[in-house]
């Protein structure tokens, strides 16, 4: 079992940044990669950025690609989505998610509010 712990959401002005940690534990060095998805106000959960944590390869989504960067500290066991210029368009809850072969594990979520 692995459980992750998110942090570092809240309110922030459009234009501004915020930066989201995503620390993991139990088993995990099962994990392949991690990751963020997020889920707006009555939208479907959708994917942010991955990482793949033995090799730091990463893959974003088209509206994240440009504004967000993923990484990882892996003396910290800790992986961050740095925003920046974010977007009215950006609010909604954020989760964490690690994958272990076929097997994801998702965080309680973090709230992003961004004001315009």
């Known amino acids: 079992q692995v459980q992750l712990v998110e942090s570092g959401g809240g309110l922030v002005q459009a234009g501004g940044s915020l930066r989201l940690s995503c620390s993991p534990s139990g088993r995990t060095g099962t994990l392949d990669d991690m990751g963020w998805f997020r889920q707006a106000p009555g939208k479907e959960r959708e994917f942010v950025a991955t990482?793949?944590?033995?090799?730091?390869?990463?893959f974003y989504s088209g509206s994240a690609e440009g504004r967000f960067t993923i990484s990882r500290d892996n003396e910290r066991m800790t992986v961050y989505l740095h925003m920046n210029n974010l977007k009215p368009e950006d609010t909604a809850v954020y989760y964490c998610e690690a994958g272990a072969g076929s097997y994801d594990y998702w965080g309680q979520g973090t709230q992003v509010i961004v004001s315009s």
């Open positions: 990482i793949a944590l033995r090799t730091g390869a990463t």
